[in-house]
T-cell receptor, first 114, second 115 residues
């Protein structure tokens, strides 16, 4: 069975410090993995995606994620948080070639303190 | 392109009333998705269409929910009769053909409150 677990429901960091949002997945197939961001009262926006090419994926706004098959992880990182990064982040796993086969994690709310 | 357009952005209605949510996908996208987001259950896929044809509606909660896509540029999600537990934010998303798991483009959502 396919599943995705975001290990933290809420992460708080200070502006200028690193961000780490953790995601573990379970998939019987070779998955595609995504991170989406949702700002308040907005729809979700794609940050980055992994589709079996390079294991280190760079996304928008300075975010990146590393696919680690041995650890079944796809953690999202950013070296230096900005106030505008405060939002909810969703890890998503996709498999089987169908865009309907997407499972969203429960989300991690990132707070950034001045 | 204006992106995925949803209407209304906010709807407050009374239990038992019919609710119709509308979505205009991005031009050229051939897949359309309806999601529901609540605090308790997170994001749930309700139904998705490919080339205007419903592919998977297993997420539709019950017969009170129905969705249509009469053409490539318009879809509706209808709830009749509505109940307080239907209160949620409903998102429409579209995507174009692509490799495994193409990017989804989301609308800004329709926030439904059923009293």
């Amino acid at each position: 069975a396919q599943s995705v677990t975001q290990l933290d429901s809420h992460v708080s960091v200070s502006e200028g410090t690193p961000v780490l949002l953790r995601c573990n997945y379970s998939s019987s197939y070779s998955p595609s993995l995504f991170w989406y961001v949702q700002h308040p009262n907005k729809g979700l926006q794609l940050l980055l995606k992994y589709t079996s090419a390079a294991t280190l994926v760079k996304g928008i706004n300075g975010f990146e994620a590393e696919f680690k098959k041995s650890e079944t992880s796809f953690h999202l990182t950013k070296p230096s948080a900005h106030m505008s990064d405060a939002a909810e982040y969703f890890c998503v796993v996709s498999w089987g070639g169908s865009q309907g086969n997407l499972i969203f994690g429960k989300g991690t709310k990132l707070s950034v303190k001045p | 392109d204006a992106g995925v357009i949803q209407s209304p952005r906010h709807e407050v209605t009374e239990m038992g009333q019919e609710v119709t949510l509308r979505c205009k996908p991005i031009s050229g996208h051939n897949s359309l998705f309806w999601y529901r987001q609540t605090m308790m259950r997170g994001l749930e896929l309700l139904i998705y269409f490919n080339n205007n044809v419903p592919i998977d509606d297993s997420g539709m909660p019950e017969d009170r929910f129905s969705a249509k896509m009469p053409n490539a540029s318009f879809s509706t999600l209808k709830i009749q009769p509505s109940e307080p537990r239907d209160s949620a934010v409903y998102f429409c998303a579209s995507s174009s053909p692509g490799p495994l798991g193409g990017e989804l483009f989301f609308g800004e959502g329709s926030r439904l409150t059923v009293l």
